[in-house]
């Protein structure tokens, strides 16, 4: 799989969407909890414009289909979607 190039923000407006909250945390991490399915995500602190690590976005994918959140395809489709609007822009 190749480096899509999506940007923090990007990732973090799925898991907005998808009912995910931010978990006020100590140290240099970002953690995200899914009140419904218990689904946890931690990241490092990336500030909005960095580009999100390829073991981080197949480690996200992971967890939102263990947890039943979001297949695989669809998670593909939405940042295909995403980058085509920034490219655009």
Known sequence: ???KN??????EELLFSLGFIP???KGNHKVYSHPNSKALILLPNY??????????YLAIRRTLKEYDLMDEMT????????????QNQ
């Open 1 to 3: 799989m190749k480096n």
């Open 75 to 86: 998670y593909e489709n939405w940042f295909d979607t995403k980058i085509k609007i920034y």
């Open 47 to 56: 500030q909005s414009t960095d580009r999100l690590n390829l073991v981080h």
């Open 23 to 25: 978990v006020e945390t």
């Open 6 to 11: 999506i940007i923090y923000n990007q990732l």
